[in-house]
């Protein structure tokens, strides 16, 4: 029961910026946007997250649209080691759980 | 921190065996979540905790699954009888909701493997 849809892959070059969209049309007000990586063999790992507001990171920005309805993932110096698949997810903020989608394949390519 | 603490990382037992897995949360986060993954159904929520009291077990897939947190620092997950279809890793991860939104973080996993 995702509530976000992303593309099932994308490519990037290495050193160029990667823009990783999510569409969450039905995101509810209180609901905050995650986004979480998982490189193979290991745990997802927290990226950032954001209610309304952009917000940045030394990983990543995350940019959402006005009316909340879709965002992006912004990593902006793709190396090899960020290939891996992102997850775009919304939830209330109060330690509520996480369901995740499909993701994101992001190949960065040499 | 040294982070959310599976163990075993890996075990391969044979179909009817009981399979326990543990899970050392971060020191002072109240929440824990038992996660499956595999590549037919992705990442999957089986239960999580507050307090150690389970809140939400609706993702255990049947009877033969059981999870308890006896402490803030311990919890398992087991499989009796197990099936091959058990095979899978399982995630163990923990948060502590926060005023702006709760980072979890997760475990390096066990992989679980019935023959």
């Known amino acids: 029961d995702a509530k976000t849809t992303q593309p099932p892959s994308m490519d990037c070059a290495e050193g160029r910026a990667a823009n990783l969209p999510c569409n969450h049309s039905?995101?509810?007000?209180?609901?905050?946007v995650y986004w979480y990586r998982q490189i193979h063999s290991q745990g997802p790992q927290y990226i950032i997250h954001?209610?309304?507001n952009n917000e940045t990171n030394e990983m990543a920005s995350l940019i959402i649209t006005e009316d909340r309805k879709s965002s992006t993932l912004i990593l902006p110096h793709a190396t090899l080691r960020d290939t891996a698949v992102y997850y775009c997810?919304?939830?209330?903020?109060?330690?509520?759980?996480?369901?995740f989608g499909a993701g994101t394949i992001l190949r960065v390519k040499s | 921190d040294a982070g959310v603490i599976q163990s075993p990382r890996h075990e391969v037992t044979e179909m009817g065996q009981e399979v326990t897995l543990r899970c050392k949360p971060i020191?002072?986060?109240?929440?824990l979540f038992w996660y499956r993954q595999t590549m037919m159904r992705g990442l999957e929520l089986l239960i999580y905790?507050?307090?150690?009291?389970?809140?939400?077990d609706s993702g255990m897939p049947e009877d033969r699954f059981s999870a308890k947190m006896p402490n803030a620092s311990f919890s398992t997950l087991k499989i009796q009888p197990s099936e091959p279809r058990d095979s899978a890793v399982y995630f163990c991860?923990?948060?502590?909701?926060?005023?702006?939104?709760?980072?979890?973080?997760f475990g390096e996993g066990s992989w679980l493997t019935v023959v």
């Open positions: 991860a923990s948060t502590l909701p926060g005023y702006s939104g709760n980072t979890i973080y």
């Open positions: 039905t995101i509810s007000g209180n609901e905050y």
């Open positions: 954001g209610l309304k």
């Open positions: 997810i919304v939830s209330p903020g109060d330690g509520n759980k996480l369901v």
């Open positions: 020191s002072g986060h109240d929440y």
């Open positions: 905790f507050n307090n150690n009291v389970p809140i939400d």
